[in-house]
């Protein structure tokens, strides 16, 4: 199947009872990169962010739906709409928030990082020089902080942001690096498709952008989804240590490496 549309770019935007925000941030996309398409995944809000999101598609040609029959977390939104948007051919996978957090208008710059001769993967980065934060308690800061740093540490990347979730992938890069085998589901998503675009040898840039906490509803953040991205990132850092250590571990393959040599 091919895509019906001429974009070669889709913006993936997940929703779970975003009613409020969904129209704002699909005007700013919209505004920002008006050949892109864009594809509102949502988890089957009961706030009626779907019907809402039905709306704007009947209206707009480049606005897309995909309705998920259960929340089941952000990773199987973003993995479902992968595989919509490889199926159909788009180049450049957009991923966003829908609280606004995330500036529309730095969507060009992410873009145009990933495009033929540039990196195979963009980060909107909070922690690089010219990025920032705003409104943000020092609690948060020091959590995103410090997650990234033990993803530093235990996992051998240099991404000084890997927990970001508003990135650009080339679509060669999601066909290299063993979708299928994705188990995360909150927070450590971000971190182990960084990782896994680093273990496979690509390029990673990072964007430099001024992150702003949602104006409007709760944030989706728990102590669950960071204690669950702990305990991966510690887990994937022990494989590692593994394989680099043991003369069986250096005979062991990761999920990674064996899809790339399928």
Same mark, same amino acid.
Request: glycine content about 10%.
């Given at each position: ?194 990782? /896994? &675009?680093?273990?496979? !040898? %690509?390029?990673?840039?990072? @964007?430099?952008?001024?992150? =702003?906490? #949602? ?16 305990? /991966? &990132?510690?887990?994937? !850092? %022990?494989?590692?240590?593994? @394989?680099?250590?043991?003369? =069986?571990? #250096? ?12």
């Amino acid at each position: 199947m091919t895509k019906e549309h001429g974009s070669a770019t889709v913006i993936v935007i997940p929703t779970y009872n975003e009613r409020d925000n969904l129209d704002t941030i699909v005007d700013r996309v919209r505004r920002a990169v008006p050949r892109a398409d864009v594809l509102i995944v949502d988890d089957s809000s009961p706030d009626g962010t779907g019907e809402l999101a039905d709306a704007r598609a009947a209206i707009d040609s480049q606005v897309h739906v995909l309705h998920r029959t259960e929340k089941t977390g952000l990773g199987d939104a973003y993995l479902a709409a992968f595989a919509w948007a490889l199926a159909r051919e788009y180049a450049i996978v957009v991923e966003m928030d829908a609280d606004g957090s995330h500036p529309a208008d730095r969507l060009p710059a992410l873009i145009s990082a990933v495009r033929p001769g540039g990196a195979d993967l963009s980060i909107g980065s909070r922690w690089v020089a010219g990025g920032s934060v705003v409104d943000w308690p020092w609690l948060r800061r020091v959590i995103s902080r410090g997650g990234n740093l033990y993803a530093q540490i235990f996992l051998g990347v240099r991404t000084k942001d890997s927990t970001a979730g508003f990135r650009a992938f080339r679509a060669g890069t999601l066909h290299s690096i063993g979708l299928e085998n994705v188990a995360s589901h909150g927070y450590c998503f971000q971190i182990d498709l960084t990782r /896994r &675009v680093h273990d496979r !040898g %690509l390029l990673i840039a990072e @964007v430099p952008i001024e992150f =702003r906490e #949602r104006e409007v509803g709760q944030s989706k953040m728990s102590s669950t989804i960071v204690f669950e991205a702990m305990g /991966r &990132v510690t887990l994937w !850092g %022990l494989q590692r240590l593994w @394989v680099r250590l043991t003369p =069986r571990g #250096r005979g062991w393959k990761s999920d990674v490496a064996i899809r790339a040599n399928d």
